[in-house]
């Protein structure tokens, strides 16, 4: 049952849980936007050679399961002998599988802006780099914000999977708590509550910020 | 001096530009008239660097020519959608010229308020007509103080009476001295115009005459006038 005593014992395992889960998200994220936006531009860029290891690698990504992902990293990196912990590990799998997914959705972005404009900035002199930074990117983000935050909110949800290694993050304080109460109900019920909070929350920031961008473009 | 000498471009084992030669002056306007698919395009694409030609030669004051000296006003403006009408002047002018935030403002709010677009510096390109984004790319280009400006069919989303404002617009640039060349098969707008026309035809220039010398010879330049007469 969820009544006032479960909340009172087992909050700080709760608390505890959040944070880690929201560091994995946010530095999940953070690995994904990076290396999503760079793959990206590499692939909608036709970069020689580079295009072809990016697609090497969103084929892997795409292609295998993210359990698969964050079990292998974590047993790989430890046979090769690079001492990491459960809780980074996961973060670099996590991250990797965000960026191949953000790879797409920044090509589809880079796309959307008009062929026309990046020839009128070659004639006024900017340089490629001048031209994917200032001209491309700016409105790249504004149409792919939506898939940008479906694609960050599956992340926080799928950070539940570093439970699989041994981080202790929100749904494995939630299986900790339950061999003590064997009360599944309520457990599952208060972190899938917990999750919801943070997914609608982050949910509702992308589209505030979607209605302000798009406001300052249709004014 | 502008001197395009017997460039050539080929796409696919398809020769667009076959030997094309023409020379314009500063201040003179010279059109490439011609139907869709012609070259007169790609001759633009060739002198703002958009493409490569294969062989000949560009050359602007005797020297082989330098890119950044040509402005290129495109037949769909291709304004940054994303930027506001200052913005969009003043970008390439902080960014490319290495102007600062101030002198490229006041750049910018002279050749706003020249064109009649003073009150639309903080608008989106987006609120914008056909004819007033036209200006606002034309601001653009100027702004960068290039010698040669490239007009691509500068007419063709504009109606009637902006055609007019077009047209005196550069006949007054062409009086400033800038090198001005145009595509357009808008014979409406060559009536408007002192300038030399180049009939091009499957890549080549076929005939080539001064808008006085149509008007004084009664039997020569047919092809012009045929092509004038929409015949």
């Known amino acids: 049952m969820i009544d006032k005593e479960f909340i009172l014992e087992f909050y700080p395992l709760f608390i505890k849980g959040i944070a880690i889960t929201l560091q994995i998200a946010f530095w999940g994220c953070l690995i994904g936007i990076v290396l999503g936006t760079v793959s990206g531009i590499i692939l909608a860029k036709r970069v020689k050679i580079l295009e072809y290891l990016v697609f090497f690698y969103v084929t892997i990504i795409r292609g295998t399961p993210m359990l698969i992902q964050i079990a292998a990293t974590f047993y790989l990196l430890t046979f090769a002998g690079v001492s990491i912990s459960a809780f980074w590990s996961a973060i670099i799998s996590i991250g990797l599988n965000s960026g191949a997914y953000v790879s797409q959705i920044i090509v589809s972005g880079v796309n959307s802006v008009g062929r026309g404009q990046i020839e009128a900035a070659k004639t006024l002199g900017f340089s490629n780099y001048q031209i994917i930074t200032l001209i491309i990117l700016p409105q790249a983000i504004r149409t792919v914000l939506p898939a940008l935050g479906n694609e960050f909110i599956t992340l926080v949800k799928d950070s539940s999977l570093a439970s699989t290694i041994g981080v202790y993050e929100l749904t494995k304080q939630g299986e900790i708590i339950m061999s003590q109460t064997f009360d599944a109900p309520a457990v599952y019920i208060t972190v899938g509550f917990i999750y919801l909070v943070i997914t609608s929350t982050i949910a509702m920031g992308i589209s505030k910020l979607e209605t302000k961008l798009k406001y300052h473009v249709k004014r | ?231």
Not at chain 2, 15 to 26: A, H, I, R, W, Y
Not at chain 2, 168 to 179: C, P, R, V
């Open chain 2, 1 to 231: 001096m502008l001197s395009v000498k017997n460039i050539i471009k080929t796409f696919y084992d398809k020769k667009v530009l076959d030997n094309v030669s023409f020379n314009v002056q500063p201040g003179e306007i010279a059109v490439l008239l011609g139907r869709s698919g012609v070259g007169k395009s790609t001759v633009l694409r060739v002198l703002n660097n958009l493409e490569t030609i294969d062989a000949g030669s560009i050359e602007l004051n005797k020297k082989d020519i330098d890119f950044s000296q040509v402005g290129m006003l495109f037949q769909d403006f291709n304004l940054f959608a994303h930027l506001t009408v200052e913005e969009n002047v003043i970008l390439p002018l902080i960014k490319v010229a290495s102007k600062s935030r101030r002198a490229a403002q006041k750049i910018s709010t002279n050749l706003l308020a020249k064109f009649g677009l003073k009150d639309f510096a903080q608008s989106y390109p987006v609120s914008l007509s056909g004819g007033q984004k036209q200006r606002v790319a034309l601001a653009r280009t100027l702004a960068m103080n290039p010698a040669v400006l490239c007009l691509d069919e500068p007419t063709s989303a504009l109606d009637p009476t902006l055609k007019t404002e077009i047209a005196h617009i550069i006949q007054d640039l062409a009086k400033q001295g800038f090198i001005i060349i145009i595509t357009t098969h808008d014979t409406v707008l060559l009536q408007q115009l002192a300038c030399t026309i180049h009939l091009m035809q499957h890549g080549k220039i076929i005939e080539t005459a001064t808008t006085k010398e149509l008007q004084q010879s009664k039997n020569k330049y047919q092809k012009i006038k045929k092509f004038m007469d929409g015949k």
